[in-house]
């Protein structure tokens, strides 16, 4: 099946420098990607819809200023978490879209653990 | 409004049981698909099922199976003669028209030996 993969798989980070994510489809294109954050314990919350060649879409209460996305290619969509607090620390899971029929197969990456300190 | 409920937060129960988690959605779409995701303490999510709207025939797959109906918008899951590599978080998700996926608050499910 289709695959997505994530990079790092985690990153511990100081309180104020920048963490840069990827989410890489590999073996097909995706024209768009989806960005998720989950707290412990928590369900997983849509925080933006990156689509190639275009701005990202962020759900209400995301600051787009402080969580950049830039989907760059058709294989590859980067979540930039700047100047990162220990408030930000999550579990970030990309997935992306296989372009078929209908609304499309949607693939998950493993997921990205951030912890600022 | 488009939500997914799933009431129960945490399930215990004991090898070999059966064990049913529901899942509740609200959507005005016509067309949509519900999922099921299982994410072990690794945290990847794994896909189980998807199901479009149109298509309310039950499924099963091996000790897994599935009960749609539409008529009380539930999409429940029920896993038989369960398993300690059962336990997980189970999430049951709500693609929308739009393209988005709304996801529940997961059940955390534990099987005990």
């Known amino acids: 099946g289709a695959v997505v993969s994530q990079h790092p798989s985690w990153v511990i980070c100081k309180s104020g420098t920048s963490v840069k994510i990827e989410c890489r489809s590999l073996d097909f294109q995706a024209t768009t990607m989806f960005w998720y954050r989950q707290f412990p314990k928590q369900s997983l919350m849509l925080m933006a819809t990156s689509n190639e060649g275009s701005k990202a879409t962020y759900e209400q209460g995301v600051e787009k200023d402080k969580f950049l996305i830039n989907h760059a290619s058709l294989t590859l969509s980067t979540l930039t978490v700047t100047s990162a607090h220990p408030e930000d620390s999550s579990f970030y899971i990309c997935?992306?879209?296989?372009?078929?029929?209908?609304?499309?197969?949607?693939?998950f990456g493993e997921g990205s653990r951030l912890t600022v300190l | 409004a488009q939500k997914v409920t799933q009431a129960q937060t945490e399930i215990s129960v004991v090898e070999k049981e059966d064990v049913t988690l529901d899942c509740v959605y609200e959507t005005r779409d016509t067309t949509y698909y519900l999922f099921w995701y299982k994410q072990p303490p690794s945290g990847e999510l794994v896909f189980l099922i998807r199901r479009n709207s149109f298509d309310e025939q039950n499924e099963i797959s091996g000790r897994y199976s599935w009960n749609f109906q539409k008529s009380t918008s539930s999409f429940n899951f029920t896993i038989t003669a369960s398993q300690v590599v059962d336990s997980a978080v189970y999430f049951c998700?709500?693609?929308?028209?739009?393209?988005?996926?709304?996801f529940g608050q997961g059940t955390e499910l534990s099987v005990k030996p």
């Open positions: 998700a709500l693609l929308n028209q739009g393209g988005k996926l709304i």
């Open positions: 997935s992306a879209r296989f372009p078929s029929g209908g609304t499309g197969e949607l693939f």
